[in-house]
């Protein structure tokens, strides 16, 4: 079993930043980001890899957005940088076990909003 704790979401202005950590209990293949913004399909932000660092980004968040991990912590971050309020939504974080990367472990989200 994997629990996810995530932490860091809030409220902040068009171009401002917001850090988010995921502390997961377990070993993990992949810990990933997923937000669902109001109204719509939740959708994949970003993940990476526990072993190797190797990452992937949606498009729109590229640029902006980085995520990171501390092993030793078992713990990883996302940093938002330049947010925009499309960027508004609740962010989960996920984890999966196995190497197809189908993520089956959730967080229970927090909400970050973004003013224009």
């Known amino acids: 079993q994997v629990q996810l704790v995530e932490s860091g979401g809030g409220l902040v202005q068009a171009g401002g930043s917001l850090r988010l950590s995921c502390a997961a209990s377990g070993r993990t293949y992949a810990i990933g980001w997923f937000r669902q913004a109001p109204g719509k399909e939740r959708e994949f932000v970003v993940d990476?890899?526990?072993?190797?660092?190797?990452?992937y980004y949606l498009d729109s968040v590229k640029g902006r957005f980085t995520i990171s991990g501390d092993n030793a912590k078992n713990t990883v971050y996302l940093q938002m940088n330049s947010l925009k309020p499309e960027d508004t939504a609740v962010y989960y974080c996920a984890a999966t076990t196995t190497l197809d990367r189908k993520y089956n472990y959730w967080g229970r989200g927090t909400q970050v909003t973004v003013s224009s």
């Open positions: 990476i890899l526990r072993s190797g660092g190797s990452t």
